[in-house]
């Protein structure tokens, strides 16, 4: 938990992976402080990981396995590359509702207790590339956008906003008074192709196996399920975040 | 490479996981050798892990977590159970076009040096969950359908059959003969909604950054991309191939 949050001082935090630091390096609003590259790693690597991107950059320290480690933690497959930032500020959701009233299309999408940093960078990512405009998360459950997140996420958390908020029920009200209906996906519920998906949406889901809490699925206006076998229902939460998202993309552009 | 090949005899391998256990375990299909459960799981845990399912089982051992990291390696994430099992039959291509000529549809999924367990293993999952038929790899790059990978699968190598070709591209010439189509996603081509996808298909994934070897892609006679942003085109492949899947899906049933 070290996002930086409204009125706090923004935290710095460790990035690392190829696609996650270069995406960090090339988006201006990412301050950057240290950059590590590996002793080992080539010519063109160390190149092309300090080219200018027209802003100040950290000299590059080299650095051996054993100092990744240390700084990363053991488990942290760091591709010889890990960068220094400044976290992102992290939206609340007066934001989006603003967002929303300068855009004609608005899709969001919202995690409820899904905490592991693979799944959660695995959905930005989808909803960065599928074009959704924000995540929703509740404060005290989100993930750090850094580390193995934003490896996941593949350079996504630089482009897709995080929005934190107290409670997710009332944040769905709240988006509700705004013309975005929230959308659940839930394995009991008619499949997703068949309902219609509003121009304002906020597609909802829950953690594999105990799904969405009683309280937030009460909250969604509306409720879909993907087109699954009977007797094999479940996918991953990120593939099923990726096909929700997609669909609605497609419908977004009347499709 | 420990697959079953056809006129070879079966190999053994480990599962690991609740998931992949216990559906290996309900699999009439499935050899059982060993059962391992940790020490410290619960009473109710090692009950449901040796009810009984019609199939002679072993005896389940109980053993440390030491015992556990020299069988199945140390990252293993084995969640206190392990089942030793013969592999199952892995299918050849003519395997393939029989069950076409049974099927008024079929759909199947072709990853081109895919070879990350966890990425095969949620393909595999998603593809049973969309109601593909089988999934071909090619055989000196196919994962052992254990471990790893079948942990990430969550049940689903008991459901998918995987058929092994030499060639992949001549496996696409095959299949085309049967009227099964070819549908390659690359990022360089019409979005996926726009295209006619015929009622037997196989889709196409390669890897994430090389995509599609040249003479796999010339063995497609359709390509499509997903509808991302310009600046951030790529998903992770199983993310990919979720959404791809759900498509086929979707359009065979006419929806």
Redesign the interface.
Known sequence: MAMARAGSSPQKSWLYGWHAVLAAWANPARICHRLLLGLDSGKEFQERAVAPVGKPRPKPEYAERARFEKILGKNAVFQNIALEVTELEVLALPDLVRMMQVRPRATFIMLDQVTDPQNVG?IM??A????ADAMILQNRHAPEAAGALAK?A???VE?LPICEVVNLSRALAELAEHDCLALALTETAP?I??IDIPTKTCLVLGAEGDGLRPSVRAACALAAS????PD?????V???A??GL??C??RA?G?
């Open positions: 695995a990512r989808s960065a590339a599928l074009g996941a593949s350079g996504a482009l499949p192709h068949t993907l087109p699954t076998r094999f229902g479940t996918l991953n990120a593939n099923a990726a096909i997609y669909e993309q497609r552009h499709i």
